[in-house]
């Protein structure tokens, strides 16, 4: 009995260990990313960062406006948020509620298999496949669009959808749907006034997590977007991310100036972005569960 007491005790301290580690973690990156960020700030003025219209870090004065690399995130992560959400709640009314048993257990193997693809090889096969399409269909003079790009993150977002959707779906009691169906009401009556309102606050978090994942993609947005730093006109021009703003100049950028300084910046903004869209999900997930 002591032996198991004892075991218990170190695995509930190795749990809270973990958990408080993650957090220190977590405040030391923010922490790192202030820290170098804050000091274009002395230069800069915080107000033209965000809302500046241009981007010319190397021009002689540089300019550090960020307004279309934010624009450019928000029109792709829209974008590929209208293509995922309806497919991907859909996928998980199928898999949760439609699909035989041995199917099912196929297509979550599948979906959670799809998830671990590298998004450098989901871009490299955007750019041979979504973006000559793009040009030939639209008549544009480039594929390298912000649409294309949603297209491939929308890909990118659904086996987190699908997942935790499926899960949230699944987790409804059964008494809620044969109460439906004692009342007379078919299948798909149940699954749409019952089942859906049942598990709406899991659904959005799989939404939400759906679209972190969107925000905080690199290589497939820098593969498809054209990187154009200029003021977005629509789904058919090429734009640029923050993340892919970061990856693309980081390696060039002098250490200790204004566009070294300037890309942190860009960091805190992107963070600032996720650990919003993570709370929120936290907080639906939370009200789910009371």
Do not use: C
Not at 76 to 90: D, E, H, K, N
Not at 196 to 209: D, K, Q, T, W, Y
């Amino acid at each position: 009995m002591n032996f198991r007491r004892i075991k218990e005790f170190f695995v509930e301290s190795a749990i809270k260990i973990s958990g408080i580690a993650s957090i220190f973690i977590v405040a030391l990156i923010f922490f790192f990313l202030l820290k170098e960020g804050v000091l274009l700030f002395k230069t800069e003025k915080i107000t033209h960062f965000i809302f500046g219209k241009n981007w010319y870090p190397i021009s002689d004065p540089p300019d550090f406006g960020i307004l279309p690399l934010i624009l450019g995130t928000l029109l792709v992560t829209l974008g590929a948020a209208l293509i995922a959400v309806p497919f991907g709640v859909a996928a998980a009314i199928y898999i949760s509620e439609v699909a035989p048993g041995k199917l099912k257990e196929v297509l979550k193997s599948g979906i959670e298999l799809l998830a671990a693809i590298p998004s450098v090889v989901l871009g490299f096969i955007g750019m041979i496949t979504i973006v000559p399409w793009m040009k030939i269909i639209f008549k544009i003079p480039t594929g390298l669009t912000a649409f294309s790009g949603s297209i491939v993150l929308a890909f990118m977002a659904m086996p987190t959808i699908v997942s935790i959707a499926e899960d949230a779906l699944h987790s409804v009691p059964k008494a809620y749907k044969e109460g439906a169906y004692a009342l007379g009401a078919t299948k798909w009556q149940t699954i749409y006034r019952v089942v859906l309102p049942a598990a709406s606050s899991g659904v959005v978090a799989a939404v939400m997590l759906g679209i972190g994942r969107v925000v905080g993609e690199t290589m497939a947005v820098m593969m498809l977007t054209g990187n154009s730093p200029s003021m977005p006109r629509g789904m058919l021009y090429p734009v640029r991310t923050l993340t892919a703003t970061i990856a693309a100049e980081m390696g060039e950028a002098v250490q200790g100036g204004d566009h070294y300084y300037a890309l942190f910046a860009i960091g805190i903004i992107l963070f600032l972005i996720t650990f919003a869209i993570n709370i929120t999900a936290d907080l639906v997930i939370h009200r789910k569960r009371q």
